[in-house]
């Protein structure tokens, strides 16, 4: 069983910064690209920032220059560094990972974590 289990949401004021974090877990044969979602109350979900196993990263424009995406392939971890918040960062951010499971037959496939709240306040 494939897991991705997010932490580091939380409320902080404009102009603030918080740190996700991300860590796939269970039977995992390979992983290729992860990233960050959001979605916010009302909206589609919309990509954040993905990276891929090396090192190659790919921004929204709304975030670009303020959030950051790393990763460490050895803990499977993928963060996302978020700085300069803004009101409208406010959304309920999802991990993502391309990745195929390690069990017989295992397709390769997007795995999604559970989400954690993001809320920037004015």
């Known amino acids: 069983q494939v897991q991705l289990v997010e932490s580091g949401g939380g409320l902080v004021q404009a102009g603030g910064s918080l740190r996700l974090s991300c860590a796939a877990s269970?039977?995992?044969?390979?992983?290729?690209?992860m990233g960050w979602y959001r979605q916010a109350p009302g909206k589609q979900r919309e990509l954040v920032a993905t990276?891929?196993?090396?090192?190659?990263?790919n921004y929204a424009r709304s975030v670009k220059d303020r959030f950051t995406i790393s990763r460490e392939n050895a803990k499977s971890t993928v963060y996302l560094q978020m700085n300069s918040l803004k009101p409208e960062d406010t959304a309920v951010y999802y991990c993502?990972?391309?990745?195929?499971?390690?069990?017989?037959?295992?397709?390769?496939?997007?795995?999604w974590g559970q989400g954690t709240q993001v809320t920037v306040s004015s």
């Open positions: 269970g039977s995992i044969f390979s992983i290729n690209a």
């Open positions: 993502n990972a391309d990745l195929t499971p390690l069990v017989r037959g295992g397709v390769r496939s997007d795995y």
């Open positions: 990276i891929t196993t090396g090192g190659s990263t």
